[in-house]
Antibody, heavy 123, light 109 residues
């Protein structure tokens, strides 16, 4: 069965970086992408970007363009999301999810999700 | 940018009630609209994709409708496990760009 297992909770000081992992199993990693969504405490869902599991192509939401990097390790079917220059308002649960690699004119959705990783940015 | 609004922002209902949640897009998005359910402390769960297609394993009491700018998620007979927050998501604005609505919380009356 498809599973996405994320790394554990992190506590970081403002200005630091955090790197969250998402290990996929139960499907061919290279045939799909991985997307990242975050949720601040008591707030809604915010899409951050995605990465292709095949070529590593990325697309980031404009809001995070300058501070986020998404990478993959195809040998271990693991995706990573690094967020730099953390601020207190980056405190949130970060989710990874599977999606089809987006293409023009094609409908897309997030069908399997990781369990979430709490990142706390606090001095 | 395409914006999504949801109404109501919250509602109270009883087990067995029929419930409808509306999602409105700021411009036409054809059927590029998905619905997710999220329970506290859990990851979201895909219910409906492409406006009206039921995701595998999702109970048939959930249905989606609409196209263009106005969409509905309907729960025909609310069950105890359906108390949750529901989000719509659009995937039309540009290939690989996604936006979520603000959410609708369904709680027990």
């Amino acid at each position: 069965q498809v599973q996405l297992v994320q790394s554990g909770a992190e506590v970081k000081k403002p200005g630091a970086s955090v790197k969250v992992s998402c290990k996929a199993s139960g499907y061919t990693f290279s045939r799909y992408g991985i997307t990242w969504v975050r949720q601040a405490p008591g707030q809604g869902l915010e899409w951050m970007g995605w990465i292709s599991g095949y070529k590593g192509n990325t697309k980031y939401a404009e809001k995070f363009q300058d501070r986020v990097s998404m990478t993959t390790d195809t040998a271990t079917s693991t995706a990573y999301m690094e967020l730099r220059s953390l601020r207190s308002d980056d405190t949130a649960v970060y989710f990874c999810a599977r999606l089809l690699v987006p293409a023009a004119g094609e409908i897309n959705w997030f069908d399997y999700w990781g369990q979430g990783t709490l990142v706390t940015a606090s001095s | 940018d395409i914006q999504l609004t949801q109404s109501p922002s919250s509602l109270s209902a009883s087990v067995g009630d029929g419930v409808t949640i509306t999602c409105r897009a700021s411009q036409s998005i054809s059927i590029y609209l998905n619905w997710y359910q999220q329970k506290p402390g859990r990851a979201p769960n895909l219910l409906i994709y492409a406006a009206s297609s039921l995701q595998s394993g999702v109970p048939s009491r959930f249905s989606g409708s609409g196209s263009g700018t106005d969409f509905n998620l309907t729960i025909s007979s609310l069950q105890p496990e359906d108390f949750a927050t529901y989000y719509c998501q659009q995937t039309y604005s540009s290939p690989g760009e996604f936006t979520f609505g603000p959410g609708t919380k369904v709680d027990s009356k």
